[in-house]
């Protein structure tokens, strides 16, 4: 390690100290926050922890993340709902490339060292800003090629943005039939998003981390301090879609979103994305991810609204000492 930098965990009590940093840095995101991490962890049996790379008593770097421990391996998933997983550092102001990418190099292999010491399995997703991913190839770390959707909302006018035509036919059901959205926290829209959300998630088999409580508790947070929105879109009193975006540094990330298939006839979804971006775009939100366009149907739909195809990138490394391995085969027979 670097005689310039200390790595450790942090204690609880500096978690605060943390959640400023990510708050300050310019690819901080409310997945990369205590508040978040922690009962994203706690909710799927895992243990929160922080690392911080410090020079003096200055954090310059760290990484939030859940730890899982089973049969004395330790490992570090991907979250659940967690669009951004990756570690966070200073980069050097320089003019010079050449000491920008030393100082890059230096301080991610400091990261890289203390979780890989600590850590047999270890895996980040990356930001589509960050595209300079060598410290980890050289490293060994396996790197995915992923795909997402990407709109500068300063250039976007819905009343002349190239949408699909079958995605505009979409749109103009919905304003036929008429619809409220609703953005507030109140019971009644925490309830009638959880319902939605709970479909959802059951039609596509997936595990349903928190309850109704959970997400107020933890959307109620966010929204209070503008690092998230709730959106839910009413046809004829009934809730029929819902999105919870982001919102951090005029970043917005496409972070849930759920509907009622027995309405989609109405358009509803298609319709809310365009009142989601016209919201965020009058808040100052520079810039739109629709986090994902990984499988043909998902692609399908997003490519409907004529955003910008970007790479993003997953990294992860697995080492099975031959102790663990032993172990591993003894529990199995």
């Known amino acids: 390690m670097s005689d310039k930098y200390t790595v450790n965990y942090l204690e609880e009590a500096a978690y605060g100290e943390w959640d400023q940093y990510v708050a300050s840095h310019p690819l901080g995101t409310p997945f990369q926050l205590s508040t978040f991490l922690k009962q994203v962890s706690e909710n799927t049996g895992r243990t929160f922890r922080v690392i911080a790379l410090k020079k003096g008593d200055e954090i310059v770097g760290g990484f939030a993340f859940g730890e899982v421990s089973k049969l004395g391996f330790k490992m570090i998933p991907l979250p659940y709902d967690c669009p951004v997983f990756q570690p966070l550092f200073n980069e050097r102001d320089t003019k010079f490339s050449t000491k920008k990418e030393s100082h890059r190099q230096e301080i991610t292999k400091c990261l890289n060292n203390f979780l890989q010491s600590h850590y047999h399995a270890i895996s980040f997703r990356f930001d589509w800003r960050c595209n300079d991913l060598r410290s980890f190839s050289e490293d060994k770390f396996s790197i995915d090629l992923k795909y997402t959707y990407i709109q500068n909302l300063n250039e976007f006018d819905a009343s002349h943005h190239p949408i699909d035509p079958a995605t505009k036919r979409q749109i103009k059901k919905a304003h036929k039939e008429g619809f409220t959205v609703n953005k507030d926290m109140s019971d009644d829209n925490i309830a009638a998003f959880y319902a939605l959300i709970r479909k959802t998630y059951k039609r596509q088999g997936l595990p349903l ?69 016209n919201d965020l775009k009058m808040r100052g939100i520079e810039s739109f991810d629709f986090v994902g366009a990984n499988t043909a149907s998902i692609s399908r739909f997003k490519a409907g609204y004529s955003f910008n195809l970007q790479a993003y990138y997953e990294a992860s490394k697995t080492r099975f000492p031959l102790s663990l391995l032993l172990k591993i085969k003894s529990y199995i027979q």
């Open 209 to 277: 981390i928190f309850s109704q409580k959970d997400y107020q508790h933890l959307l109620t947070r966010l929204v209070e301090q503008h690092k998230a929105r709730l959106y839910v879109m009413y046809i004829k009193d009934e809730p029929v879609a819902a999105m919870a975006i982001s919102t951090m540094n005029k970043q917005a990330h496409y972070w849930l979103s759920a509907s009622d298939t027995s309405y989609s006839r109405y358009g509803g979804t298609s319709a809310l994305i365009l009142e989601v971006l």
